[in-house]
């Protein structure tokens, strides 16, 4: 069956992002001073270790400048030729960081999504409590219509989607 017109376009938008993935940063040739060292020289990633702290979680370390590939799990890739695809353009410490940013906005977006499902379906689960309840008494149906619009609304809010600001750390393609 043949591509729609739309279809050619989000395949083609989709190959000319991933070539854009593998390209190296633009700002790569001009960095004189490999990124642990700038760490190391006094550039702070006290805030980054804190917000890691609070999640009980232990903070990235820049100790050289070995990139991403050096720190990726031998569980993810079944080849090593698989691993340097997927870290193709991400070269030294300064790849390593800019692939940490890149997955752990991927797993927050994840983890979102199943604290969001949880949520969903405790209220899908109330809600049909409610419904199957006896209601003959109006004091019960005031406060079981009033309990499911606000379960209404709180499924409404949690189908939104959050927006945050970060700040550019990667440029490629210029």
């Known amino acids: 069956m043949a591509l729609t ?3 050619r376009k989000q395949n083609q938008l989709a190959r000319e992002q991933e070539e854009l993935r593998k390209q190296p940063d633009s700002t790569f040739e001009f960095l004189d001073t490999p990124f642990y060292q700038a760490v190391e020289d006094g550039m702070s990633l006290s805030d980054v270790e ?10 990235p370390v820049f100790e050289d400048d070995r990139g ?5 799990s031998d569980v993810c890739f079944l080849t090593d030729e698989d691993r340097d695809e997927a870290y193709q353009g991400y070269a030294g410490s300064i790849g390593r960081a800019e692939v940490m940013v890149d997955h752990l906005m991927d797993a927050a977006i994840e983890l979102a999504g199943v604290i969001k499902h949880y949520k969903k379906h405790a209220l899908k689960k109330k809600r049909a409590e409610i419904e199957a309840a006896d209601l003959s008494d109006p004091d019960k149906r005031r406060e079981a219509l009033h309990t499911i619009t606000r379960i209404a ?11 945050r600001t970060l700040p550019q750390w990667m440029v490629k393609g210029i």
């Open 50 to 59: 804190l917000m890691f702290d609070l999640m009980g979680l232990e903070p």
């Open 153 to 163: 609304r709180i499924e409404e809010a949690l189908d939104k989607n959050v927006r």
């Open 5 to 7: 017109a739309k279809e």
């Open 68 to 72: 991403p590939t050096a720190f990726a």
